[in-house]
């Protein structure tokens, strides 16, 4: 497992019955986690004083209970800073289990030793595409969300990269992908991170598993004479890591490099366990 474990701003304290207590800087949340089937003594007094809960419906979705948690806040990582605020479904606007793979291919692309173009697609709030433009890649960034681009300019600014060359677009991302092969345009290097279920701007139907083998194909054909890596996150549970592995072999070939696959997880402090936060898998020159 490829595990996030270099936070210094973000920490799991605690699991258990379907919930997991976090730190997020000084602020404290309680947030329901699928993969927490487990029911364990709850002994971090913590879990009795957060500043946010989200408390899921038996109907379906959930709210949040605030206990003066502010509107938004910020985290830190690796000189990078990240704008929070609560919103629906129990998110934050950060996955932090990600920086696993921001420190691999920022490493990559520091190294690479010529200037690498980074396409980052269903790109959300930016983490990815700003650990890139940090690394020293010209990014471009697309996501179907307005507010979800606006979000990521936010973090940019915060994080002293609002100058960086990093194009920022709301687009569907097949859509983007097609007119930039007609274009001609190529890069480098490929990121995305699908949803398991989405909409398109004119109700187009997005189910990971019809959607993303053919998305990835497509994909594929945007990549230079000579890439650098190709990385597909995956959160959806019957998505095993070795059907990554095995989509980027089929589709890489011919291409040489290494594809490698494994869940990504964040560690634990109250067990030393990691918690299994979904998949990713990785083509590297």
Same mark, same amino acid.
């Given at each position: 497992?490829?595990?996030? +474990?270099?936070?210094? +701003? ?8 379907? =919930? ?12 329901? +986690?699928?993969? @927490? ?5 709850? *002994? +971090?007094?913590? /879990? ?51 920086? @696993?793979?921001?420190? /691999? ?6 190294? !690479?030793?010529? $200037?690498?173009? @980074? ?18 890649? !010209? ?11 606006? /979000?990521?300019? =936010? ?24 007119? =930039? ?42 990549? *230079? ?6 990385? %597909? ?7 095993? $890591? ?6 980027? *072999?089929? @589709? ?11 869940? %990504? ?13 979904? !998949? ?6």
């Amino acid at each position: 497992m490829w595990t996030a +474990d270099h936070w210094k +701003d973000y920490e799991v304290l605690d699991t258990g019955s379907g =919930e997991k207590l976090e730190r997020w800087g000084s602020w404290l949340l309680v947030r329901p +986690d699928p993969q @927490v089937i487990w029911d364990t003594p709850r *002994s +971090d007094p913590r /879990w009795q004083s957060p500043h946010g809960h989200y408390h899921r419906s038996s109907r379906g979705g959930g709210e949040w209970e605030f206990f003066g948690l502010p509107q938004q806040w910020s985290v830190r990582y690796r000189g990078l800073t990240f704008q929070l605020k609560p919103f629906s479904f129990k998110h934050t606007g950060l996955f932090p289990e990600q920086a @696993v793979n921001w420190d /691999w291919f920022s490493e990559k692309i520091r190294t !690479a030793g010529r $200037p690498v173009k @980074v396409l980052n697609l269903f790109a959300y709030t930016g983490g990815a595409t700003l650990a890139a433009a940090k690394a020293g890649a !010209a990014v471009t960034h697309v996501d179907a969300s307005k507010g979800m681009v606006g /979000w990521a300019k =936010e973090n940019a600014v915060s994080s002293g990269l609002e100058s960086a060359p990093v194009r920022w677009l709301v687009d569907d991302c097949t859509k983007f992908v097609q007119r =930039e092969l007609r274009r001609g345009n190529r890069y480098d290097a490929i990121i995305m991170d699908p949803p398991s279920y989405g909409r398109g701007p004119k109700g187009e139907i997005w189910k990971i598993e019809e959607s993303l083998w053919p998305f990835v194909q497509l994909t594929a054909r945007l990549l *230079s004479d000579d890439p650098l890596f190709f990385l %597909i996150n995956s959160y959806t549970t019957g998505l095993a $890591p070795a059907v990554l592995s095995y989509m980027l *072999s089929l @589709v890489m070939k011919g291409r040489g490099g290494h594809v490698d696959a494994q869940e %990504i997880g964040l560690p634990v402090t109250s067990t030393g366990l990691i918690l299994p936060c979904g !998949a990713s898998g990785r083509w590297e020159r």
